[in-house]
């Protein structure tokens, strides 16, 4: 038997990155792509070596010799090889570089262990951009390479076929326009969408994504009103159109210009450009900043040019200089660190005596970057840039890109930043080709065009009646957050179940929960025990026809957060076994108040019908792995990795990655594994692999001391840990350390009492709380429990709890005081878009925003009533843990695992349209082949009605209408099937 062997591939091609591009020979194996660099000091074109022989040069004598000990320094550091393994591929794109079709993308899922991991925030580390040369030849050569790289990638991978790329961007814009114009994706999600489909990449500044001027009010004092129009940008003009002298000036130079070799245009430079755009506003962010100094021969440009004020350069862009029409970068509205000089570079002084430093804010951000970035981003996100999004866009990637629209628009640029304006390849001058490369590279380049007609519109807010995000569901985008339904706090008795543990008592709370599938819930108990559950929601028959007096129609406001109507049916399933489903370890002893340390995968393995398990293995560093069936309570498979930590493991965390987390790639899931002996591990779960029996990462920093808590995001590339004394940050690509951070000082300094801090003998102490609770946000946040103590000599005056929120970049933005009845906090867990975080605690889980504006400002609460109606006390109930499903995207059902055992699901907005699409077909089917079976067989199939949720035994009623009964829970349980 002889095996398919794909032949190997090789090629030279240019490794483009934004700090410098190198020269490279590409091989790919059957498994691997290889970068092997030709140039020795990683140089390319000369650019970069002109530079430094010239600041050589510049150098006193004693100074060269320094100077050629760093330069042999960072010689010998680069990297003459890198090799990715291309079953991590996630996304292959075709690019353009230079205005030609030779180039190629290629991005790969977070790995946990690539030798070329990065240590930014953001994918750009976790990305190949390569060109393969000028002409038909590099077209030629780019065409084989994304063949060959593409049938060696997984079948997941989003792949840009040659021979089928038309087709492909067709397909993929009909996709994610239609999920924006559903209101599916926002709107920052879907010009990112766009600029990438079009070619612009981060790793080539020259093709630096765009974005759009929105708010135009930048000097109130006051954040602007977000539903007033006024306080916007016309964003059906062009930038270089708002002012109209200036568009006077520039139509009137258009129909003025004659030139036989260049046709006539209304802008010299352009919206989007590297030196004028991107080294312009990132000039305080690395490489950027080196980047700003070589263009500048080793220096930063005179200070009155250099971005200093976010109002100084909206002038600029609307004023009466034609030079003058930016746009933004995407850090405006993600990434408030490009606004603070926290590099502390020397940027200079301007005429007016002024010292440049950090970008000077609008009036209404506070001096606080965090702030005008999230307004920034509200503006975007709001209805009336909505309803204009698609004129920029007509624009920028659409018809009015280019032709006599384009015209009709005021929207023509000089010719050479248009794709197909010239063949660089046959010029034969090498000066003049060479100089035409130069103006492509650095004076603009318009994007691909995706439109050619006009953009639709988003559909109204109001007009959506499907599942909703976790944010629209708690009104977090409405500014005014008044008279709004809380979904939680205000919900009728009948949108919550509450499944209490079997006699006799008592139980050991649920300390670990997961949805999964459409009807399943797995929980695991303070003693490693599994239990089961299964639900489903009995929607009420709605009478389409049925009016009220009057001839009114009796249908719900869309807007009503209560308009679905109906019931829970839930049970916990009481499984055949032979032995008790459990953890192998548990933390049973006297002295031992610990709980059992376990994480549950959001990801189904073995063909999407098993759940991962991980949890303490032996109490002595082991890890212990196992795939749980939820839907017949059985442990599929049991793995313990002896001694991966030399002691307990005190906290684990895990999170999709690939097609688990809704992009291209293999999926799977990253879980980050904290011990007691201060350090961290991190293991990577493939779906269609083997299991690991060892970490691909292991990462210190706490100084031997007990990590308490962990968390990774796999969307920001990071994961974290904490201590009593540390909050470090790791990149999830090589495991370094990215930041480390300290308690805030004095965040609960009020609550105690200002008054005792005059006591000199009265000292005041904060440290991370000894809690597993703990999280990152997407949006750029950790969100941490703080304990702070008064302390005097060896007294404990007072002692507090709060929760603490803190950016990437270490900035303390606000805290929340604990209630002292409610505990330690057992969890924090963030919503998937990042905007709130529950709070898991006693009495409850309450809500609060995560904001720079409003910082943990209450939003909802989901508080355990007082008695259950039997008279059983549930004031002292604590949540352990909350999940929401059975989507984590747009859920419609909450479920909360409680400390005496019981488990609480409550329904969310849209269960009832979920409930009935997803099971129209199921019940259908199960209804109909249950009655034409015999009495005998009805009896056995019962249970086989997924739409029900349960067997219905004992009722006393006909098996046909019994299915179609809407059956209330008793007691938290219902019949056995025997």
């Known amino acids: 038997m002889h095996l398919c062997r794909i032949p190997g591939y090789c090629s030279s091609c240019?490794?483009?990155?934004?700090?410098?591009?190198?020269?490279?020979?590409?091989?790919?194996?059957?498994?691997?792509?290889?970068?092997?660099?030709?140039?020795?000091?990683?140089?390319?074109?000369?650019?970069?070596?002109?530079?430094?022989?010239?600041?050589?040069?510049?150098?006193?004598?004693?100074?060269?010799?320094?100077?050629?000990?760093?330069?042999?320094?960072?010689?010998?550091?680069?990297?003459?090889?890198?090799?990715?393994?291309?079953?991590e591929a996630s996304h292959i794109y075709l690019r353009r570089y230079r205005l030609r079709d030779s180039a190629l993308e290629l991005f790969f899922?977070?790995?946990?262990?690539?030798?070329?991991?990065?240590?930014?925030?953001?994918?750009?580390?976790?990305?190949?951009?390569?060109?393969?040369?000028?002409?038909?030849?590099?077209?030629?050569?780019r065409d084989d390479a994304a063949n060959a790289l593409m049938r060696r990638a997984p079948m997941q991978t989003v792949k840009q076929w040659p021979d089928r790329s038309g087709q492909f961007l067709h397909d993929e814009l009909k996709k994610i326009t239609k999920a924006w114009s559903q209101g599916a994706i926002s709107n920052f999600d879907y010009l990112s969408s766009l600029n990438c489909l079009s070619g612009r990449s981060y790793n080539d500044i020259c093709q630096y994504p765009v974005f759009p001027w929105t708010l135009s009010n930048f000097i109130s004092d006051n954040i602007p009103d977000l539903t007033d129009k006024d306080n916007y940008r016309d964003l059906s003009k062009p930038i270089g159109a708002l002012n109209e002298e200036r568009l006077a000036e520039v139509i009137e130079r258009f129909e003025t210009f004659d030139d036989p070799s260049i046709p006539p245009f209304m802008y010299g430079s352009h919206y989007s450009t590297s030196a004028g755009v991107v080294l312009h506003f990132l000039l305080r962010l690395h490489p950027y900043s080196s980047l700003h100094r070589q263009l500048q021969s080793g220096h930063f440009d005179v200070a009155d040019r250099l971005f200093s004020s976010i109002q100084r350069s909206w002038e600029m862009c609307t004023g009466r200089s034609a030079a003058e029409v930016k746009e933004l970068t995407p850090e405006f509205y993600c990434n408030p660190a490009f606004l603070r000089n926290k590099n502390e570079l020397k940027l200079g002084t301007m005429q007016e005596g002024e010292v440049v430093n950090d970008v000077a804010l609008p009036p209404w951000a506070n001096e606080s970057p965090e702030k005008f970035v999230e307004v920034m981003r509200m503006a975007l996100e709001s209805d009336i840039v909505s309803d204009m999004l698609p004129s920029w866009i007509d624009l920028i990637f659409g018809y009015k890109q280019q032709g006599k629209h384009a015209i009709e628009a005021h929207n023509v640029f000089f010719y050479l930043t248009y794709y197909g304006s010239v063949d660089v390849a046959s010029i034969e001058d090498e000066g003049l080709r060479k100089a035409t490369e130069c103006q492509i590279a650095h004076f603009g380049q318009c994007p691909m065009q995706l439109f050619y007609r006009p953009h639709t519109k988003k559909r109204d807010r109001s007009k959506f009646h499907g599942r909703q995000t976790l944010s629209e569901t708690l009104s977090l985008y409405d500014s005014s957050q008044s008279n709004k339904d809380l979904p939680f706090m205000g919900s009728p008795m009948s949108y919550w179940v509450h499944l209490a543990a079997p006699p006799p008592g008592p139980h050991a709370p649920l300390v670990s929960i997961r949805l999964t599938l459409s009807d399943r819930c797995l929980a695991v108990d303070s003693k490693g025990v599994f239990h089961f559950f299964r639900w489903a929601w009995k929607a009420e028959a709605v009478d389409e026809d049925s009016e009220e007096e009057g001839g009114e129609s009796k249908e719900t406001p869309p807007h009503d957060a209560y308009r679905d109507k109906g019931c829970f049916v839930a049970q916990r399933e009481l499984m055949s076994f032979r032995t008790i489903p459990c953890l192998p370890y548990t933390p049973i002893s006297s002295n031992d108040a610990r709980h059992a340390t376990i994480c549950m995968s959001k990801t189904l393995f073995s063909n999407r019908t098993l759940l991962l398990v991980l949890s303490d293995g032996d109490g002595k560093g082991s890890l212990a792995m196992q795939l749980v069936d939820p839907v017949k309570g059985a442990i599929k498979g049991e793995v313990i990795v002896p001694s991966a930590h030399s002691d307990y493991v005190s906290s684990i965390d895990m999170d999709p990655i690939g097609t688990a987390a809704g992009q291209g790639g293999v999926g799977g899931e990253l879980a980050v594994v904290g011990s007691?002996?201060?350090?961290?591990?991190?293991?990577?779960?493939?779906?269609?692999?083997?299991?690991?029996?060892?970490?691909?990462?292991?990462?210190?920093?706490?100084?031997?001391?007990?990590?308490?808590?962990?968390?990774?995001?796999?969307?920001?590339?990071?994961?974290?840990?904490?201590?009593?004394?540390?909050?470090?940050?790791?990149?999830?690509?090589?495991?370094?350390?990215?930041?480390?951070?300290?308690?805030?000082?004095?965040?609960?300094?009020?609550?105690?009492?200002?008054?005792?801090?005059d006591d000199d003998e009265?000292?005041?102490?904060t440290?991370?709380?000894?809690?597993?609770?703990?999280?990152?946000?997407?949006?750029?946040?950790?969100?941490?429990?703080?304990?702070?103590?008064?302390?005097r000599g060896d007294e404990t005056l007072d002692e507090v709890f709060s929760i603490e929120l803190i950016t990437l970049e270490g900035i303390h933005v606000g805290s929340k005081l604990l209630e002292p009845d409610r505990g330690i906090p057992n969890k924090l867990f963030s919503s998937v878009d990042g905007r709130a975080v529950f709070v898991c605690a006693g009495q409850g889980a309450s809500v609060c925003l995560i904001s720079s504006v409003r910082p943990l400002s209450f939003v909802d609460e989901w508080r355990l009533t007082e008695d259950d109606g039997d008279g059983?006390?549930?004031?002292?109930?604590?949540?352990?843990?909350?999940?929401?499903?059975?989507?984590?995207?747009?859920?419609?059902?909450?479920?909360?695992?409680?400390?005496?055992?019981?488990?609480?699901?409550?329904?969310?907005?849209?269960?009832?349209?979920?409930?009935?699409?997803?099971?129209?077909?199921?019940?259908?089917?199960a209804v109909g082949s249950v009655l034409a079976l015999p009495a005998q067989t009805v009896k056995n199939a019962i249970g086989g009605v997924a739409g029900f949720g349960s067997r219905f035994v004992g009722l006393g009623k006909e098996i046909g209408k019994e299915a179609f009964t809407v059956v209330k829970e008793r007691e938290g349980f219902f019949g056995r099937k025997r």
């Open 14 to 87: 240019l490794l483009v990155k934004p700090d410098c591009s190198r020269k490279c020979i590409v091989m790919l194996t059957e498994s691997h792509l290889i970068l092997e660099f030709e140039d020795g000091d990683g140089l390319d074109e000369g650019d970069n070596a002109s530079h430094q022989k010239k600041l050589r040069d510049s150098l006193h004598d004693d100074e060269v010799q320094d100077f050629d000990q760093k330069m042999l320094t960072n010689k010998a550091m680069r990297p003459k090889a890198i090799r990715w393994n291309i079953s």
């Open 109 to 141: 899922i977070p790995s946990a262990g690539s030798q070329s991991g990065g240590t930014a925030f953001f994918a750009g580390s976790r990305s190949l951009f390569l060109d393969f040369g000028c002409g038909t030849f590099g077209n030629t050569r």
């Open 676 to 757: 007691a002996d201060g350090s961290m591990t991190m293991w990577r779960f493939i779906s269609s692999h083997y299991w690991p029996l060892r970490p691909r990462l292991r990462m210190t920093g706490h100084s031997g001391s007990k990590v308490h808590g962990v968390a990774i995001s796999s969307a920001l590339g990071i994961c974290a840990s904490i201590s009593s004394q540390k909050c470090c940050l790791f990149d999830v690509g090589n495991g370094a350390m990215i930041r480390a951070m300290s308690p805030p000082a004095a965040a609960c300094r009020d609550h105690l009492g200002s008054n005792l801090f």
């Open 762 to 765: 009265t000292a005041q102490v």
């Open 767 to 791: 440290t991370f709380a000894n809690t597993s609770a703990f999280c990152l946000s997407v949006l750029g946040y950790v969100v941490v429990v703080c304990s702070t103590k008064l302390i």
């Open 872 to 925: 059983n006390t549930l004031a002292q109930q604590a949540i352990h843990d909350i999940d929401f499903g059975p989507t984590i995207s747009r859920p419609v059902v909450a479920a909360a695992g409680c400390s005496d055992g019981s488990l609480r699901m409550h329904a969310l907005p849209g269960i009832s349209k979920w409930s009935n699409e997803n099971q129209r077909n199921i019940v259908t089917s």
